[in-house]
């Protein structure tokens, strides 16, 4: 946004998102003011204690009075209640914009507070994050180099589109569009159901006999690798998988397929068959794996 003066900001939602958004702003200068609020009076207190915002707003309404752009950083399933909440502070020229990892259900949200989706309202999805949540774990280089998803609607206004690219490339993500329903459909299979195996998976063992003395104890990086993401909000992934409950359900049941197919291999001594799928599932991560995030 070189040559433009900075924004004054709104951030509804001070969570790990929406914290190292307003640092992410701040550090690339292009914001002059930001104000703040949450449902939670603790993370308000943390995020003026470690200046995330300038003003900690007493409602939604009061953070976006005023403001150029007003980001919605709350779990999805909250989005119509924020949304309808900071509707009376609304000015006819700014624009709206959210960080919801779902973004059809975003856009149904949308309108049911408003009827129809406001032309500068911008759905926007950032691909990033940590386990961590809360504005204390805010980063200001979170989002660098990492992909911002923008899926534009049938109303889009196109400067308000502009300014919201403009916002996240100056934080150094990588914008690129698509349709809401192509974006649920790939995450749903990169993001959600990992998120729901991971929870399952440390689920079971944690009802295994031995689970304390033995099974954790004994743990090593593989499993901390693999179930580091169960150690996410489980709010938030709760209200993720219900927002995006059946392309999950759907990419869920050709998994279960699968794990029965691994099942009946070991139940008639197919090992041949399950080197095959191990080597193929290698082949496919070793060829895409400098194309993820």
Request: charged share 20%; with cysteine.
């Amino acid at each position: 946004m070189s040559g433009v003066a900075p924004i004054r900001l709104a951030i509804v939602g001070l969570g790990l998102i929406g914290g190292s958004l307003a640092r992410a702003l701040r550090e690339a200068g292009v914001v002059s003011n930001i104000a703040g609020f949450d449902r939670d009076p603790e993370q308000i207190r943390i995020a003026l204690e470690l200046g995330v915002i300038d003003r900690a707003a007493t409602d939604a309404a009061d953070a976006v009075r005023g403001a150029d752009v007003a980001v919605i950083a709350v779990p999805v399933l909250a989005t119509a209640a924020a949304v309808a909440a900071c509707k009376p502070g609304l000015g006819p020229n700014t624009i709206l914009t959210d960080v919801g990892s779902t973004k059809q259900s975003v856009l149904d949200a949308v309108i049911s507070v408003f009827g129809e989706i406001p032309p500068r309202f911008v759905a926007a999805h950032p691909i990033a994050g940590t386990e961590k949540s809360g504005v204390a774990h805010a980063k200001a280089d979170l989002f660098r180099n990492h992909r911002l998803i923008l899926t534009p609607h049938p109303a889009q206004d196109a400067q308000a589109l502009a300014t919201v690219e403009a916002l996240w490339t100056a934080v150094g993500a990588r914008v690129v569009k698509m349709e809401a329903t192509r974006h649920d459909a790939i995450f749903a299979a990169t993001s959600h159901l990992p998120h729901l195996l991971a929870y399952s998976f440390v689920d079971m063992l944690d009802q295994l006999d031995g689970a304390d003395a033995d099974i954790f104890p004994n743990a090593g990086g593989g499993f901390r690798d693999f179930t580091r993401i169960a150690s996410s909000s489980p709010r938030m992934w709760h209200d993720i998988l219900r927002a995006n409950a059946g392309p999950v359900a759907k990419l869920l049941r050709k998994q279960i397929d699968e794990l029965n197919g691994l099942l009946q291999m070991i139940e008639t001594g197919d090992w041949d068959a399950m080197r095959t799928v191990f080597e193929r599932a290698r082949a496919a991560r070793e060829r895409h794996l400098t194309r993820i995030e």
